[in-house]
Each structure stands twice: as C-alpha cells, then as structure tokens.
C-alpha cells in the first residue's frame, strides 16, 4: 500500500510542505554550488574583466593560478547569477503555490454552485 504522506489532503498541506521542502533544498544546492567568475586585469588600464568559470563546489573553488589561457587575477562567487536562480527558485515556488490556491479556490466555487 502507498504511503499516505506524499498524498495531498483536503487543503493541499502535505504538498505545500514537500514544496516548501524542494525550494528549500535547491536554494541550499545553489549555494553549495554557486557559480565562480574569474577577475583579470588588464594590464593597459584599470579596467578589470570578468569571465564565467562555471559552478563548482563552495569549499573548493577554482584556483586563481590554475591552468588557463588568461591570466587570472582573484575568483569569486558571481553573485549576480546566485541572486538570480535564488530568485526564480522562489518565484517558481511561489506561482506553484498560488496556482494550487487559485485551483483548489476555483473547484471549490464550481462544486458550490453544483449544489
């Protein structure tokens, strides 16, 4: 027999908290793994350009001095990018919840006006 726990009730609580749960971990999974920019200097001015480095693991970012066919100066988190995805995580968990809301509204008023 399935388990119950996964199996929305009346007022979609159980769904509502494993949503909660998934925004929860992606945020989480975000910022274990953000993504890193590297920072170069050009030597002509004072002007300092930026490149992506793609994602990598918090506790082990790209090192400043490994092998690449630019000179890196320093490697940072883009925080431009985290921000973003944060932001579209929680959107998404927020339409998905207010489509839930409007739907189980609406079902309710159709069934109203059945009776």
Avoid at 19 to 28: M, Q
Avoid at 34 to 41: E, L, N
Wanted: proline share 10%; aromatic share 10%.
């Amino acid at each position: 027999m399935p388990s119950t726990a996964f199996v929305a009730s009346k007022d979609g609580k159980p769904m509502r908290k494993i949503l909660l749960l998934v925004i929860i971990a992606g945020i989480v999974a975000c910022c274990l793994f953000p993504p890193w920019v590297s920072i170069k200097a050009l030597p002509s001015s004072n002007i300092k350009a930026t490149y992506p480095e793609g994602y990598g693991p918090l506790w082990s970012p790209p090192s400043p001095d490994g092998p690449s066919y630019r000179t890196r100066v320093a490697v940072s988190v883009d925080a431009q990018r985290l921000s973003i995805q944060i932001g579209l995580l929680a959107f998404i968990g927020m339409c998905v919840t207010g489509w839930r809301y409007i739907w189980q509204a609406n079902k309710k008023t159709a069934t109203d006006e059945r009776s």
